[in-house]
Every structure is written in structure tokens, then in C-alpha cells.
């Protein structure tokens, strides 16, 4: 006659339970070791990709951004100040006639962008870098205001050569020799954009001089950038 089956009690089932359970717990380290190794070579080819892309950057011109044009002009004035002095054996306030100086900016009254752009692929080793080439075309328009603005005193004020100046993120990046078409003059762009809030840029010195009338200014420039 066949073996009358065994029931299994509650206290074994209790026992099969718990050593499944430890079983899976005591696996679940094992299989993060592999997981926890491929992140890290993950995170080793991320690095890897980060700097080579830096490398080709560095040769190649960084993230751009163009800010501007700005028309900028620097000029002195005259003022009275008030300054401490020792008089006599005492501080006095005394009223003195001093030069200072500051720069007037001007944004275009009317601006124009137009341009394209193409894209390629870079290489440093196994790893690959998307680049752009832009082609711009900036134009528009200053207004230039009667005596630079100023309403009063104009003997008292001298002004300097006023420039237009172009914020470009990364001046490697340029690929032409830009030059500024000002009322059909070409001249030429100078390093730097002598503008603290444009940052690094290009600047052209102009000619241009202030009437007693308000007066439209054309210009326009081509601009090739990569990066």
C-alpha cells in the first residue's frame, strides 16, 4: 500500500519560509557587486567622454553666446566735490572742481540677425564630439543723440573715440576677420570688447562724432563662429 503522505506542520512551514527568505537576502549582495562594477565603468566612460569633449573644445572654441552690439563712449566731465581738508589746524569740508570720467552706452535702435548653422562630428579616440559652425550676419542701426546726450555744461565735457563693441563667449571660436560696414566704411575689429558686462569680445574704434542733431547710424557685420 502506498506511504500515507506527510502534512507538513506549521512550525516547518515557518522553517521553509524563513530559509527562502535568507536565501534571497543573502543573494541580494552577490548581485549588486556586478551592478555597483558596471556603474562604476559607467561612470569612468562618462568622465572620459566629459574630457575628451573638453579636449576637442579647447582646440576647437567652447559653448558660444554673442551679446551686444553695445556703442559705447567714454568721456570726462568736470564736478564739484566735496572734500575734507585741514585748515588751519582743523577739518573743513572745502567745495573742489575735479575731472571724472565715465562711458555712455547705447543699444541699436533697430537689429537684424540672420544665419545658418552646419554641424559635425569630432573624434578623440572612441569618443565623439557634435560641433557647429555658424554663419551671421548682424545689422542695424544706432541712434546717435545730440551732443552724446548731454543737455547742459557741454564745455565741461570731452569726450573719447566711441567704439561698438561685440561679447563673444570664447574669441577662438571666430573663423572670419570680421570687419564693421559703418555708412559704407569697412574697419576693422580690435580684441577685446572693452565692455565689463559683454565679458570677452571684439571692438571696432570708430570716427563718428556726436552733431547737434540726433542722427541714424547704419552698420552691419559677418560673423563666423564654430564651437
Known sequence: SAPTPVSPTPASRRLAVFLKVSSICLLIPFLLIPLAMTNGVLRERQALQQQAAREIAGIWGQRQQITGPVLAVTYSYKAQVIRTRIVEGKKTDVEETDQLWSTAYFLPETFD???????????????KARLFHARSTLSGAFKLPANWGIMEDLPDYKFDKPYIAIGIRDIRGIENSPALKLEGTKLPFEPGSQVGFLGDGIHAPLTLEAGADDKLVDFSLDLDLQG
Open 113 to 127: 540677425l540672420k544665419g545658418g548653422m552646419t554641424t559635425e562630428v569630432r573624434e578623440r579616440g572612441i569618443y
